[in-house]
């Protein structure tokens, strides 16, 4: 048999798919490693194992690649929301699998590389845009997700509300968390904070 017979060959437009896809990873990684200022093309390349020439046929800048990657990195968002989501159907304490289901949305290096771009989006108008365009999917994403934990629910404003509090207070401890660099101290701020979110999701939940 002729070498090569029985594989099917992969597509120019699948190969520039996955040659983009290796880059946005990388890019990322170099968002969680260097922080955005230390995110440069060249150490992309490097970490995606890609010449400079390569890197500059599919993004020609860092900004084409950041702009890029903040998609890529909601769409990650949005998959690992619904796989957390169906580990929590099950539970008897829909308040509970809500907060449990946010603290585990918010966690990894894609969050960290979300944060990175979320802070240096405050000066650059760009990401500001890009993250002004990807985030409301993000949220909308949980919110659906959410809506399975707590059915018949989600259409009440006040409940919806009490939702992105929490996600505020949860993104601003996450936050906080780069500065002391102690996740279970961050999880310990979230519990407390989930004494009183807790206390609202019920009022919430109770005037519908």
């Known amino acids: 048999m002729p070498t090569g017979v029985g594989r099917t060959r ?34 992309i390349a490097e970490i995606a194992g890609v010449t400079r020439g390569a890197q500059v046929h599919h993004f020609r800048s860092k900004e084409d690649l950041v702009v890029a990657a903040i998609e ?18 099950s539970s008897a304490d829909p308040v ?24 240096a989006a405050r000066t650059d108008e760009v990401l500001a845009r890009e993250v002004a365009r990807v985030e409301p999917m993000v949220n909308s ?19 919806r509300n009490t939702i992105f509090t929490a996600m505020d207070a949860l993104r601003g401890i996450l936050i906080v968390s780069f500065v002391d660099r102690d996740l279970v ?8 904070a989930c004494v009183d979110l807790r206390v609202v999701f019920d009022a919430a939940l109770a005037a519908s």
């Open 10 to 43: 992969r597509t120019q437009a699948e190969r520039t798919a996955a040659m983009r896809t290796r880059l946005l990873d990388a890019t990322v990684e170099c968002l969680v490693t260097y922080g955005y200022a230390g995110t440069t093309t060249p150490r």
């Open 141 to 159: 994403t949980l919110v659906t997700a959410i809506d399975q934990l707590v059915p018949d629910a989600m259409s009440r404003k006040k409940l």
């Open 72 to 89: 890529h990195l909601a769409e990650q968002r949005i998959q690992t929301a619904i796989r957390q989501n169906g580990r929590l159907l």
């Open 96 to 119: 509970a699998s809500v907060l449990e289901f946010l603290w585990e949305s918010h966690q990894g290096d894609m969050l960290v590389a979300t944060i990175e771009l979320w802070v």
């Open 185 to 192: 101290e961050a999880r310990r701020r979230w519990d407390r």
